[in-house]
């Protein structure tokens, strides 16, 4: 079956697909390099462009002002693992599936200096 079926996002129904199709993809959690994970990224930033545009926020975002510190850092997914937890729970905040616990707030602002406050926002 042919994996790499990208197309962009123009409509809440290309939008829903998409997101669908990464859920998937975060729960078979492929490993780095493979046609999977790449599908996973590109996806992921179709859908990031689609709600920047869509839904933009004032405030700025929890799960972007993670994003920066860690292009800042030069920080990778598995980098956030202490302090969010395991392998999937990384992807699944980065992608918006879970919402940030108070334990990961508070070590995302002790350990990268994130705002509490911006943090809060993202929080369950």
Known sequence: ENTMNIRP???????KA??????????????RGTPEA???EILGTLVQAYEAEHY???LPDPIEAIKFR????????????PM?????????????????????VR???ATLGISAECLIRGAA
């Open 9 to 15: 996002i123009h409509t809440k129904a290309d939008y």
């Open 84 to 104: 969010i937890g395991g392998r999937n729970r990384v992807y699944e905040v980065l992608n918006r599936k879970r919402p940030l616990s108070l334990a990961m």
């Open 56 to 58: 933009p926020l004032e």
């Open 38 to 40: 790449d599908l996973l």
């Open 18 to 31: 998409a997101l669908k199709t990464v859920s998937v993809l975060i729960d078979a959690d492929p490993k």
């Open 107 to 109: 070590r995302l602002n």
């Open 70 to 81: 860690m292009e800042q850092q030069g920080l990778e997914p598995k980098d956030l693992q």
